[in-house]
């Protein structure tokens, strides 16, 4: 069966750094795959989608994420963060019926 | 534009007590999800369905219920409340995919409700 893997659980970062956020998903063929944020207290909202194309994505607010296909991977990246990045991020691939998740990645921001 | 509607967004209940949460959206979409969301565990699936009269079972389904009776209603039932089903839970929407045309796959979920079993 289909998983995702979320490698840091958490991560702290200050203000202006730069952000990459692991994922890998478990087998091949044709996948889509999502990036979620939750802020805090709220649910959860698109980042970004990858259906087919270009495997670079942009998504909202200045994130983007590349599918690598020979690595399973599709990680998260945003060149410079703000303390409004504060969230969950999870990453999320498509299979039958379901969204298949990621244990989430908890990132802090200091301001 | 009201989107995911979950009600109630908090309740407390005492073990072997009962609770049905609804979520209501107006998108439109066939397909509709119940997940719970505990710390360090992501989201679970718990339940889903993808039209209306028709449920399947997800990930951790055990003492939950749920029903569609109406395309834009999907309710979750706890017949029997136990301390482990205190969770936040979630519900989600998405449109299903059209042969030969667009598929985004989002979902789009409800704020979420915060149950706790004492």
């Known amino acids: 069966a289909q998983s995702v893997s979320q490698h840091n659980h958490h991560v702290i970062l200050s203000e202006a750094a730069s952000l990459e956020l692991g994922c890998n998903y478990s087998?091949?063929?044709?996948?889509?795959l999502f990036w979620y944020v939750q802020y805090p207290g709220q649910h959860l909202q698109l980042l970004l989608k990858?259906?087919?194309?270009d495997p670079l994505v942009k998504g909202i607010k200045g994130f983007e994420a590349e599918f690598i296909k020979s690595k399973f991977s599709f990680n998260l990246r945003k060149p410079s963060v703000q303390w409004s990045d504060t969230a969950e991020y999870f990453c999320a691939v498509n299979s039958n019926y379901q969204l298949i998740w990621g244990a989430g990645t908890k990132l802090i921001i200091k301001p | 534009n009201a989107g995911v509607t979950q009600t109630p967004k908090f309740r407390v209940l005492k073990t072997g007590q009962s609770m049905t949460l609804l979520c209501a959206q107006d998108m439109n979409h066939e397909y509709m999800y119940w997940y719970r969301q505990d710390p360090g565990m992501g989201l679970r699936l718990i339940h889903y369905?993808?039209?209306?009269?028709?449920?399947a079972k997800g990930e951790v389904p055990d003492g939950y219920n749920v029903s569609r009776l109406k395309k834009q209603n999907f309710l979750l039932g706890l017949e029997s409340a136990a301390p482990s089903q205190t969770s936040v839970y979630f519900c989600a929407s998405r449109t299903r995919a059209l042969a030969g045309g667009p598929y985004t796959g989002e979902l789009f979920f409800g704020e979420g409700s915060r149950l706790t079993v004492l």
């Open positions: 990858y259906f087919s194309g």
């Open positions: 369905s993808v039209g209306e009269g028709t449920t």
């Open positions: 087998y091949g063929g044709t996948v889509n």
